[in-house]
């Protein structure tokens, strides 16, 4: 069965560092997202990527973070230099059309010090 | 407020027993889905139930869905210590983006 793969596993950065965390969404999917779930929290909404661009973005998605789709199967999120409240686990999800189920990766758990 | 709260907050059950969890949102949704998070692991999709369907079944879950109260519930019949995990709703609207609740830590006893 065909599955969201996410790279690394676990990060840890030092505090001001840029990290890109990866993604490598299902292949016939057309739809992107980045959530995040700070330890003990639920799972947020940060980004969402249709057509080449963003669709849609929550407030915790600022200028500090990007987000990138380099080719046809990788999806990125950057994050320009991480705070140490960016440490969580950073959840990518794929979907087939605009409204359906949504397949997570295993998450990256990034810890910044 | 909140989008996607999820009741109780724990639940601890013994083998066999059902489990019931309850999800309360509060705009118009598009379709809701519930997801489970083994501990410091990714979420796994269960079941997607959308805004005109009532009740939906998935082997031994069954999620029903009132629109007019804004709920959902899930049950796990004959649950299994395997089964234990928190368990949360997500909505979803016109725009895609998922809401997710706080949880149901489920906790099945041997």
């Known amino acids: 069965e065909p599955e969201v793969t996410q790279t690394p596993s676990h990060q840890v950065t030092q505090m001001g560092q840029e990290v890109i965390l990866r993604c490598v969404p299902i292949?016939?999917?057309?739809?992107f997202y980045w959530y995040r779930q700070i330890l003990g929290q639920k799972v947020e909404f940060l980004v969402s990527?249709?057509?080449?661009?963003?669709?849609?973005k929550s407030e915790i998605f600022d200028d500090q973070f990007s987000v990138e789709r380099p080719d046809g199967s990788n999806f990125t999120l950057k994050i320009r230099s991480t705070k140490l409240e960016d440490s969580a686990m950073y959840f990518c999800?794929?979907?087939?059309?605009?409204?359906?189920?949504?397949?997570f990766g295993p998450g990256t758990r990034l810890t910044v010090t | 407020s909140q989008q996607g709260e999820e009741d109780p907050q724990a639940l601890s059950i013994q083998e066999g027993e059902n489990a019931t969890m309850n999800c309360s949102y509060k705009?118009?949704?598009?379709?809701l889905q519930w997801y489970r998070q083994n501990s410091g692991r990714g979420l796994v999709h269960l079941i997607l139930?959308?805004?005109?369907?009532r009740e939906k079944h998935s082997g031994r879950l069954r999620v029903t869905l009132d629109t007019s109260k804004k709920s959902s519930s899930l049950l796990i019949t004959a649950s299994r210590a395997a089964d234990t995990a928190s368990y949360f709703c997500?909505?979803?609207?016109?725009?895609?983006?998922?809401?997710f609740g706080e949880g149901t830590q489920l906790t099945v006893n041997p």
């Open positions: 997500a909505t979803d609207r016109k725009i895609p983006r998922l809401t």
């Open positions: 292949s016939n999917h057309l739809y």
């Open positions: 705009t118009s949704i598009n379709n």
């Open positions: 990527f249709y057509n080449n661009e963003i669709s849609e």
């Open positions: 999800a794929s979907v087939q059309g605009a409204s359906g189920e949504q397949y």
């Open positions: 139930i959308r805004s005109n369907e």
